[in-house]
């Protein structure tokens, strides 16, 4: 079983939609797949539609957090996608990424880089996608105010530019509450080395179940996450974080086996071959 378990589509940054996603991933020969789009679960009913039997597909969705200044990501796996606890959590999420969204815009207009909120919107899926950077940034590229996403970040909407607005987010604590209340087990992707100590005893208490550590990234820092993973009784995941930009690999390039992730997958009532 070939497995990858952290996508996006274009139900969040992603670059392809999720019917498109589930034909790259079974062309990639990949066995089982996750769309895990940031804050909203809209691209899981249509990519099970296009997956028919042909390779399961398990809900899922990555959460944005803040602690103490820096950004968390959780990963949800499981959850029923419509459950009320995570519309809730959405909608109000949602409306904080517009507000953030229109402020933006605004500083930018002040620099001159005129650009309207629909310009931008125009770049989303749908009305119901949360608004990133991701989708200014292409949309300035778009008007000829950047030579690249790339660019777009660096002078205007990066972390110390101009433009940026921080969205307030929750806590990993309140993210990690709701995806277990939505049915759910809670992963923290991707979680940076030099801040595991300090927060997994935390997340621990709110119910964390895993930690992504199978990621293409060096195997060193790989061997560090699942050793710390493992002494924390956590279990571990792991997945491509694919978004179908320029110079991504092919899906299915990186996948993991169901050896590497079977404690997840029990976790998931999926039954190992």
Not at 69 to 84: K, R
Not at 117 to 143: E, F
Not at 168 to 175: D, I, Y
Not at 212 to 238: C, I, K, M, N, Q
Request: with cysteine.
């Amino acid at each position: 079983m070939r497995l990858d378990l952290h996508m996006h589509t274009t139900f969040s940054d992603g670059l392809k939609a999720p019917e498109e996603v589930v034909e790259l991933a079974v062309a990639g020969g990949l066995d089982v797949i996750s769309i895990t789009d940031h804050d909203n679960t809209g691209g899981v009913a249509p990519a099970l539609r296009a997956a028919g039997d042909r390779i399961r597909i398990i809900p899922g969705v990555e959460m944005s957090t803040r602690w103490r200044g820096e950004s968390i990501h959780v990963l949800g796996y499981f959850m029923d996608p419509a459950s009320t606890r995570l519309m809730d959590h959405y909608r109000e999420l949602h409306a904080r990424r517009h507000t953030r969204m229109r402020r933006i815009v605004e500083r930018l207009a002040a620099q001159g880089v005129r650009l309207p909120l629909d310009r931008v919107g125009d770049q989303r899926a749908s009305g119901a996608v949360p608004y990133t950077r991701p989708h200014l940034a292409r949309a300035l590229v778009q008007a000829g105010f950047a030579t690249s996403v790339g660019d777009a970040f660096a002078r205007y909407i990066g972390a110390g530019c101009p433009a940026y607005v921080l969205v307030e987010t929750p806590t990993p604590e309140e993210v990690i509450d709701t995806i277990t209340a939505a049915g759910g087990v809670a992963v923290w992707a991707h979680p940076p080395l030099h801040q595991i100590d300090a927060l997994l005893p935390f997340m621990i208490g709110a119910g964390l179940r895993g930690m992504e550590a199978y990621r293409p990234w060096s195997p060193t820092v790989r061997d560090a996450v699942r050793a710390r993973a493992r002494a924390a009784g956590l279990f571990v995941t792991g997945g491509s974080d694919w978004h179908g930009r320029d110079g991504d690999a092919e899906l299915g390039d990186f996948h993991v086996t169901e050896s590497d992730v079977s404690e997840f997958l029990d976790a998931g009532g999926i039954c190992r071959r």
